[in-house]
């Protein structure tokens, strides 16, 4: 499978990555020298420094050959241009990163007239999430499957007893929730019953959202859990603006804090009915001004992660709720476990996962990257062909980094055990580490009999290639 990545950027690193992690092979095209040669030094990919809107460079790479074209350039029409290009010189699948609010009712039809098989927006979809998880009544950081029936939230165990230098098959008293992935100093682990969690590990639960909420509230102090009514938004740009008009649909009062004085006119033009302040939001002064204690949540959501971190911890001092940062590099990921925020959300991760569940098919109902992108919660709906229907888990033995967190059958969830035997129609939550996760998919998409797949790489020594 071949796939070309347009724009070597934070996004276009990610997805090449990804990509060379899942066998493809990548080629990546950016007009910035430095950008190609950081590249070319870090990951194994085909790089070009050229302008891919010079039809002749998509020409000369015969881009009929190609599977997937991923435009992720800074500029959408750029991207859109060479989406459409590409197409019409033969490949089979474009996929364009398009940022502009002015597009976003418009898509559909950009995408239909012009060939582009997927749109994606980073921003907007970034503000999707956060929105998400500001009107659920939990505080800790969560997310769902399964339409709900599954659900997720990470929690830091710091020194807790009940937790810290405990095998995880030891713990007790969590609610029938499943320990499915831990941050230890920004690494992450798929765990077994073994596995042995120390001080200040980060662990994600799976289970139901009424055990979920339970946990949330024995965990966090909070005896009593607050609706989301306010909320106060730190930056008017593209996310803090589609963050306005989500949580306006959601009937929640908007306070948009922002610098610069002719946005903050267009923001008055766009979303009327949210409260546009003009000043400095990293000045805690004007926050306190503000009353900022007496909103429900608080969003850093400008350009520069080192304020989105600095101010979202300002925030959360001050008493509020939720405090939640947005940021776009990687440079902090082995250090978030430890900031006193609520919630991350990286636009990267959240792009990525989006496009990759593109690049998947339709086999995956949802794909979410987490933990630093390192770990992928995938949702599927076991088919009569594949490998795994019929077979029951002790069976399966999965390789080392996936885990099945869930199982809903008849509508109903059921924590797995080693005796579970998926059915066709199932619909399973699974998380797996994202170096094995072509392993996850030879076996949750293939055809033939799992034994005889499992011997035959046994013969050969190379189990550890499935």
Same mark, same amino acid.
Do not use: W
């Given at each position: 499978?071949?796939?070309?990545?347009?724009?070597?950027?934070?996004?276009?690193?990610? =997805?090449?990555?990804?990509?060379?992690?899942?066998?493809?092979?990548?080629?990546?095209?950016?007009?910035?020298? *430095?950008?190609?040669? +950081?590249?070319?030094?870090?990951?194994?990919?085909?790089?070009?420094?050229?302008?891919?809107?010079?039809?002749?460079? =998509?020409?000369?790479?015969?881009?009929?050959?190609?599977?997937?074209?991923?435009?992720?350039?800074?500029?959408?029409?750029?991207?859109?241009?060479?989406?459409?290009?590409?197409?019409?010189?033969?490949?089979?699948?474009?996929?364009?990163?398009?940022?502009?609010?002015?597009?976003?009712?418009?898509?559909?039809?950009?995408?239909?007239?012009?060939?582009?098989?997927?749109?994606?927006?980073?921003? @907007?979809?970034?503000?999707?999430?956060?929105?998400?998880?500001?009107?659920?009544?939990?505080?800790?950081?969560?997310?769902?499957?399964?339409?709900?029936?599954?659900?997720?939230?990470?929690?830091?165990?710091?020194?807790?007893?009940?937790?810290?230098?405990?095998?995880?098959? *030891?713990?007790?008293?969590?609610?029938?929730?499943?320990?499915?992935?831990?941050?230890? @100093?920004?690494?992450?682990?798929?765990? +077994?019953?073994?596995?042995?969690?120390?001080?200040?590990?980060?662990?994600?639960?799976?289970?139901?959202?009424?055990?979920?909420?339970?946990?949330?509230?024995?965990?966090?102090?909070?005896?009593?859990?607050?609706?989301?009514?306010?909320?106060?938004?730190?930056?008017?740009?593209?996310?803090?603006?589609?963050?306005?008009? =989500?949580?306006?649909?959601?009937?929640?009062?908007?306070?948009?804090?922002?610098?610069?004085?002719?946005?903050?006119?267009?923001?008055?033009?766009?979303?009327?009915?949210?409260?546009?302040?003009?000043?400095?939001?990293?000045?805690?002064?004007?926050?306190?001004?503000?009353?900022?204690?007496?909103?429900?949540?608080?969003?850093?959501?400008?350009?520069?992660? !080192?304020? @989105?971190?600095?101010?979202?911890?300002?925030?959360?001092?001050?008493?509020?709720?939720?405090?939640?940062?947005?940021?776009?590099?990687?440079?902090?990921?082995?250090?978030?476990?430890?900031?006193?925020?609520?919630?991350?959300?990286?636009?990267?991760?959240?792009?990525?996962?989006?496009?990759?569940?593109?690049?998947?098919?339709?086999?995956?109902?949802?794909?979410?990257?987490?933990?630093?992108?390192?770990?992928?919660?995938?949702?599927?709906?076991?088919?009569?062909?594949?490998?795994?229907?019929?077979?029951?888990? !002790? !069976?399966?033995?999965?390789?080392?980094?996936?885990?099945?967190?869930?199982?809903?059958?008849?509508?109903?969830?059921?924590?797995? +055990?080693?005796?579970?035997?998926?059915?066709?129609?199932?619909?399973?939550?699974?998380?797996?580490?994202?170096?094995?996760?072509?392993?996850?998919?030879?076996?949750?998409?293939?055809?033939?009999?799992?034994?005889?797949?499992?011997?035959?790489?046994?013969?050969?020594?190379?189990?550890?290639?499935?």
């Amino acid at each position: 499978m071949k796939a070309l990545v347009v724009g070597a950027g934070k996004l276009g690193y990610r =997805l090449a990555a990804s990509l060379i992690g899942e066998n493809y092979e990548v080629t990546v095209v950016d007009n910035d020298e *430095d950008v190609i040669e +950081n590249i070319s030094n870090s990951l194994d990919v085909f790089s070009i420094c050229a302008n891919a809107l010079d039809f002749g460079v =998509l020409e000369e790479l015969d881009i009929s050959l190609f599977d997937y074209v991923i435009a992720t350039t800074t500029n959408d029409e750029a991207n859109v241009i060479v989406c459409t290009i590409s197409k019409k010189l033969g490949a089979k699948y474009a996929i364009a990163r398009v940022r502009d609010p002015e597009y976003r009712k418009h898509l559909d039809f950009i995408s239909k007239e012009l060939e582009i098989d997927k749109i994606i927006n980073p921003d @907007n979809a970034t503000a999707r999430y956060i929105v998400k998880y500001l009107m659920k009544r939990y505080q800790l950081y969560y997310d769902e499957f399964a339409d709900g029936k599954v659900s997720l939230v990470e929690f830091n165990i710091a020194k807790d007893p009940n937790f810290s230098g405990k095998r995880i098959m *030891d713990i007790e008293k969590i609610n029938n929730l499943l320990i499915s992935a831990i941050s230890r @100093n920004g690494d992450a682990i798929i765990p +077994n019953g073994r596995t042995v969690l120390e001080e200040n590990d980060v662990i994600i639960l799976a289970g139901k959202s009424e055990n979920i909420e339970l946990f949330d509230k024995e965990h966090t102090g909070v005896k009593k859990t607050r609706s989301l009514r306010s909320t106060m938004i730190l930056g008017g740009g593209k996310t803090g603006l589609y963050l306005a008009i =989500l949580l306006l649909k959601e009937n929640i009062n908007v306070t948009i804090v922002e610098i610069n004085r002719e946005r903050c006119l267009e923001l008055k033009e766009i979303v009327p009915d949210a409260e546009i302040i003009n000043g400095d939001g990293t000045d805690i002064g004007i926050l306190e001004e503000e009353m900022l204690h007496t909103y429900d949540a608080f969003v850093a959501a400008t350009g520069i992660d !080192e304020a @989105n971190l600095l101010m979202s911890l300002v925030a959360k001092q001050t008493g509020i709720y939720k405090s939640v940062a947005k940021i776009s590099r990687t440079n902090y990921d082995k250090i978030l476990d430890k900031l006193d925020i609520d919630a991350v959300f990286n636009t990267s991760y959240i792009t990525a996962a989006e496009m990759l569940k593109e690049i998947r098919g339709k086999s995956s109902l949802s794909l979410h990257l987490l933990l630093n992108g390192q770990v992928e919660c995938a949702e599927l709906i076991i088919k009569e062909k594949y490998l795994v229907c019929g077979k029951s888990l !002790e !069976e399966l033995n999965l390789p080392e980094g996936i885990l099945i967190i869930a199982v809903v059958r008849n509508n109903k969830m059921i924590v797995p +055990n080693g005796k579970t035997v998926l059915q066709v129609g199932d619909r399973i939550v699974l998380f797996s580490k994202h170096e094995v996760a072509p392993k996850m998919q030879k076996f949750f998409s293939s055809e033939g009999k799992l034994n005889d797949v499992l011997k035959s790489f046994k013969n050969r020594g190379k189990l550890d290639e499935l």
